[in-house]
């Protein structure tokens, strides 16, 4: 990572670094959306473009930190309007995790109520010394298999 040397560089570093924050802020709001009216599957094909903008951020971004006392001196005002692309990128993250969360999270639910469903109706319905049925014991439940692919 080489250094910065003029006021050019510094702009062109923060340019760079605004670009990057702003084409990946439109991913995940497409992302987010994709998600919340369930299209998984077209969201899951955003992923590559994503993974390699955020590697590209994450390189920019440290060599911007590396240079951060003379970026800070010779482009204060760029250095504010960064501040501002940054406070809305968290936004957006913000809200992207938070659907990415609830998805996971119902998906998991479902998972669990059908994998009940499917021990309940594998197990073989007896009553206890109470004359009560029992329920049945999940674990010694069949497996559940799950095909990760959308």
């Given at each position: ?13 923060i340019d760079e670094l605004t670009a990057l924050i702003e084409k990946l802020s439109s991913l995940l709001q497409q992302e987010t959306a ?117």
């Open positions: 990572m080489k250094p910065i040397a003029t006021a050019a560089e510094a702009e062109s570093l994709l998600v919340r009216t369930g299209r998984v599957r077209s969201a899951v094909a955003i992923e590559p473009v994503k993974k390699e903008l955020a590697g590209r951020l994450y390189t920019v971004s440290e060599r911007a930190k590396a240079n951060a006392k003379l970026i800070a001196r010779v482009a204060p005002a760029r250095c504010a309007a960064l501040d501002k692309v940054q406070e809305a990128f968290r936004a957006v993250l913000q809200k992207n995790l938070i659907v990415l969360a609830t998805a996971h999270g119902v998906s998991e639910q479902i998972v669990r109520r059908l994998s009940g469903e499917l021990a309940k109706k594998a197990s073989p319905c007896v009553y206890g010394a109470s004359g009560r049925a029992v329920a049945p014991n999940p674990k010694h439940g069949r497996p559940l298999a799950v095909s990760r692919t959308l």
